[in-house]
């Protein structure tokens, strides 16, 4: 396999903002796949049901309600489909390096309150759900070797550009 590298930028994990950039030494196989969606889900999930609680202001609380809801359903498929496929979800360096983000943004977020924690939230994610989309248009759809799998994510793409635009749009509004 070609060496590729999967460069996902996240937001909020250092004071100034810089994001890393991690690899993966080789394209991703199908569990690796199943991994890192199932991890990149579970980030943005634990993400959201924070803003619902910590949020003081009903758009950012909607817009966090609405990614616990569509993440959790889009996690429900995935679990169903690499259980069809007979396939476990493998971690990988990608999806520790996700972990890690979550863990990290979520340690910043939990230390912020009313409008720098709503700035705050809704900047990650912009940032978070453009990386997804760049890694789902460069590697995972890509590299899926499985159709079904393959099928899968680009059935759930449009959904992560439609959080991506409301996002932008709620930051806008937020200046």
Do not use: W
Request: proline share 3%; hydrophobic share 40%; net charge positive.
């Amino acid at each position: 396999m070609k060496k590729m590298t999967i460069a996902l930028s996240i937001a909020g994990l250092f004071a100034c903002g810089a994001a890393p950039a991690f690899s993966q030494s080789s394209a991703p196989n199908d569990a690796q796949i199943a991994g890192i969606v199932v991890t990149a889900n579970t980030v943005d999930i634990d993400a959201g049901k924070l803003a619902e609680k910590m949020s003081g202001n009903k758009e950012v609380k909607a817009f966090a309600k609405q990614m616990v809801t569509d993440h959790t359903g889009v996690n429900k498929q995935a679990t169903a489909l690499v259980k069809k496929l007979k396939v476990t979800p493998e971690d990988s360096d990608t999806s520790k390096s996700l972990k890690e983000g979550g863990d990290a943004n979520m340690a910043k977020l939990k230390g912020l309150k009313g409008k720098e924690f709503d700035s705050a939230y809704i900047a990650h994610e912009v940032t978070y759900h453009q990386a997804v989309i760049d890694a789902l248009d460069k590697t995972l759809i890509p590299n899926a070797k499985n159709a079904e799998l393959k099928a899968t994510l680009e059935k759930v793409r449009p959904a992560f550009v439609a959080h991506l635009e409301h996002a932008k749009h709620l930051q806008s509004s937020m200046k």
